[in-house]
């Protein structure tokens, strides 16, 4: 499967940190030709950015990782987390809008290195995107949410 | 951008609709060799499902169409919809997993046709990826959800 890149992720971020990303502001600047694709998108409070994770190299995939809350956690599969090391580095993160100038959506809380290259931006649609009781593995309860 | 299809969808769905998807019962069959990744999963209630669009055409792809609930709706942003006309054919769904055995995972709800090609699975986490307060534009609610 071939993707076009249509834009990349602006931010002060370069260095690669498991969490601390709820105050990023990220500018999303789209490719000048695509600006018309970004109608209306200022409506919506929140919107699902599709990117490719270009900083990991290919030869660190792997099928399992050992990750859970345990002490000395077990191997479990990659596609059992959101580990960046899956078979297609795809990620998707559902961010705050902020405001739209032109073919630039600037947006709050994505987890995306600067220079990010972008594959799609979609409406976040809480009628089909939001499970707030979805439920997890004891194993993947992360200890400051509260569990 | 270039990914592997790390499997296929298998449903009774041939052909595209709208909607009527919630009680659609699906398999995604892995590739053998990715059995391993999905070790873990079935303790997820819910997973993001990443998918290849296969059943568009590429000229189809446009960068506005007319959607909304006005009467005669205007022209839009196609990122501003979950249109499948999109500039890169990449489908997110958030599913309910039924069981999983080997290398295939039951879910209910995923919109997508038999036979699509799947890129990723992803767990749903809700801390993440649910924002019940989500806002949407007056122009896209829709009139079935009670607006």
């Known amino acids: 499967m071939t993707y076009v890149v249509i834009g990349v992720v602006r931010n002060p971020v370069r260095k690669s940190r498991p969490d601390g990303w709820d105050g990023v502001k990220s500018d999303l600047i789209l490719r000048d030709d695509l600006e018309p694709a970004?109608?209306?998108?200022?409506?919506?409070?929140?919107v699902i950015v599709v990117f490719h994770i270009d900083r990991v190299p290919r030869d660190e995939q792997r099928l399992q990782i050992a990750v859970g809350n345990e002490d000395e956690p077990p191997q479990r599969g990659v596609l059992a987390t959101r580990s960046q090391l899956r078979p297609n580095p795809i990620?998707?993160?559902?961010?705050?809008?902020?405001h739209r100038r032109k073919n630039v959506l600037r947006v709050q809380g994505l987890d995306?290195?600067?220079?990010?290259?972008?594959?799609?931006?979609k409406p976040y649609l809480p009628a089909?995107?939001?499970?707030?009781?979805?439920?997890?593995?004891?194993?993947?309860?992360?200890?400051?949410?509260g569990a």
């Open 128 to 145: 089909y995107d939001s499970v707030p009781e979805a439920q997890l593995p004891v194993w993947a309860v992360r200890h400051e949410d």
């Open 112 to 121: 995306a290195l600067d220079g990010t290259p972008l594959l799609d931006i």
């Open 91 to 98: 990620g998707t993160s559902v961010v705050r809008v902020l």
């Open 38 to 46: 970004l109608d209306a998108i200022e409506g919506f409070s929140h």
